[in-house]
Structures are given as C-alpha cells and as structure tokens.
C-alpha cells in the first residue's frame, strides 16, 4: 500500500478541521450528531474541495503548469476554491461555468462564488444551457496552447483519484479525533455529487481497516447513478493507493430521494432543513450540497432508519457563500 506521503502535496488547508457535537439538534432528533467542519479548511471560505487541489495542484505544479483550468456550475465551489489555489500559487486560472435550469434568478448570475471567483482574479468563460461545455472547455484549452501556455486540467469538483487522496486523508484526521473524544461512529453522512469526496472517505477507511457505513445523499441523480460513479472512482483510488480494488464491494451507499427536480434546484426539505440548523446551532449549511443532504439526515432520523442514540457524523463540505446567490429562495 502507498502512504499518502508518497505523493506530492501543497499545503492549503487548515487543518485538521474541528470535529464537533451538534447538541441542540441531536437533542432535536433524540440522536447524537456530529459534524465534521471542513467548511473551515480555511481556502476562499472552505470547503471539501481544498483537501483535493493540496494533491492536485502539487500535480500542476510538477508538470511545469502555468495555468489551471477547471468546469462546474456557474456557482461552483470548488471553482471558487481553485481560483484561490490558483491565486496563492501564482498560476493563472481559467474556469468554464455552465448555467445551471431551474435556479434563482436575482442574484445568481452576479453574487455569492461567481463574485469571489471575480476577485481572486480567474477568467470565466459562461456556459449556457443550450450550449456543450465541452465544446468550450476543448476551445478554452486549444487557445492556451496556442498562445504558448501550460494548461493543467482540474475535473469536475476536483473528483479524480489523485484529488480523492485529500479524503482519505480527511479520515485520518477524523480517526485520530474520535479515538481521542473516545467515540465510535456508526454511519458517516455526506453530500455526495462528483463523488471524490465519498469514494475517497471509502478509501480511506478501506485502508485504516474501518468497517464504518458511509451514506451519500445525492445532489444531482439517482441513487443508483450516483453509486455506479462513486464506485468507478473508489476503484481507481484503491488501485493509485496500491490496494485490491476488491475492497470496494457492497461498500458504496447512495440516497437519491432528497435532491428534488435537480442539481442546484432547491427543495422545501433544504429550506426547512438549512434554517432548523441556523436557528438551533447558528451553523450555515448550503443550498446545492450539505442543506439536501441535511434535509436527508433528519428525515432518515424522524421515519426511524437512523435508530435512536446512535452516533452520527455529517461531513460538512462547506458551500455556505453560495447563499448570497439564493437569497430569494429564504
């Protein structure tokens, strides 16, 4: 088995992020929440996405890029999060956004990520919905070349297996910090979309020997879409660690009852479910990841599928600036 520190990183993120107990929500549903806080990885705000640009601009780097390039949703985080890297390791960035059907409209186009991508500096190519951003990511990448550039290519929320690397991390950290709390999970719950932060939490516990349940709540498809992608991309991680990707079988759990009409639409369950955790633990989720996969903790507690007094983790993935482009949505 590879170590993690055989593979080259740069420091990013605050870390380890707390792990703490949500005691007025877990008194709410009679079940005992915890919440990992990587929405205080400390990159542009936070978020999931800074623990996988550690590994993957490292990769940049070494390869002799000048310039990273990078597609999401018009108010993507991981965007906001690359830019930043971009900025602080003096790399251009470029970033193809698409629109995304079914949004909020006011201040979508102008506010929240897309205003802090501005800032940071990166170039934005807009995708329209009619359009293919592949096309214009294929046009963004030729005209770099042409011009002499180095362009490094960053997936989809960073989720490849180099960037799943920053996960299994992520589980390192939170084993050290409940075995020194003296607590022992009995699920992990997360928002699960482009899949690297799951498979690479699976990966992770995989390598530590931890037979801990993880269950994503999908954003963007369904559940079993969702499990066939989260389930390739464990299987390529397992293999770059230098682990039998065997190890993947019967593990991959994935929920798609809570993500609505689609990616980045919202719900009532969201709404409900972002401001009874603002109002009893004065914590922000978000609207597009961790307010769906939230709406999906507490139902599962309230039908009784997470069983009283158990301990539950809910990895949160940050995303909460992306409430400045939903504000008519509250």
């Known amino acids: 088995m590879h170590q993690l520190n055989t593979f080259a990183r740069i420091s990013l993120s605050h870390s380890p992020t707390p792990l703490e107990k949500l005691p007025r929500l877990s008194a709410y549903l009679g079940v005992n929440i915890w919440v990992k806080r990587d929405d205080c990885t400390g ?10 640009l550690e590994f993957l601009m490292a990769d940049a780097k ?34 193809v956004l698409e629109d995304v059907k079914g949004v909020p409209q006011r201040d979508y186009y102008h506010n929240g990520n897309i205003l802090l991508n ?15 951003s592949e096309h214009v990511l294929a046009q963004v990448k ?36 409940s075995n020194a709390m003296n607590i022992s999970f009995d699920q992990i719950l997360l928002a699960t979309g482009s899949a690297g932060t799951q498979a690479g939490i699976l990966a992770g516990l995989i390598a530590q020997q931890q037979d801990i349940p993880v269950l994503g709540i999908c954003v ?35 929920n798609g009852e809570y993500y609505g009409e689609g990616y980045g639409i919202s ?43 158990q301990n539950i983790l809910f990895v949160h993935t940050g995303g909460s600036q992306g409430l400045f482009a939903y504000s008519e949505v509250f």
């Open 62 to 95: 070494q390869k002799g890029a000048d310039t990273v390039v990078t597609v999401g949703g018009l108010q993507s985080n991981h965007a906001r999060q690359t830019a930043a890297a971009a900025a602080k390791l003096e790399l251009a960035c470029e970033l």
């Open 118 to 132: 501005q800032l940071c500096g990166a170039k934005i190519h807009r995708v329209a919905v009619q359009q293919s």
């Open 220 to 254: 963007s498809r369904s559940g079993l879409a969702q499990q066939t992608l989260v389930e390739d991309l464990l299987k390529q991680t397992l293999t770059l660690m230098d682990i039998d990707d065997s190890h993947s079988v019967g593990k991959v759990k994935a």
């Open 142 to 177: 030729a005209d770099l070349i042409s011009q002499g550039k180095i362009p490094y290519f960053i997936p989809l929320g960073g989720s490849n297996a180099l960037g799943s690397l920053g996960y299994v991390n992520c589980v390192n950290e939170i084993l050290s910090q």
């Open 43 to 52: 990159l542009a705000g936070g978020g999931n996405k800074t623990r996988k």
């Open 267 to 309: 719900t009532d369950k969201m709404v409900q479910a972002l401001r009874l955790v603002a109002q009893l633990e004065g914590l922000f989720l978000d609207p597009v990841y961790t307010g769906k996969a939230m709406a999906g903790l507490i139902d599962l507690c309230q039908q009784g599928v997470i069983k009283l007094e």
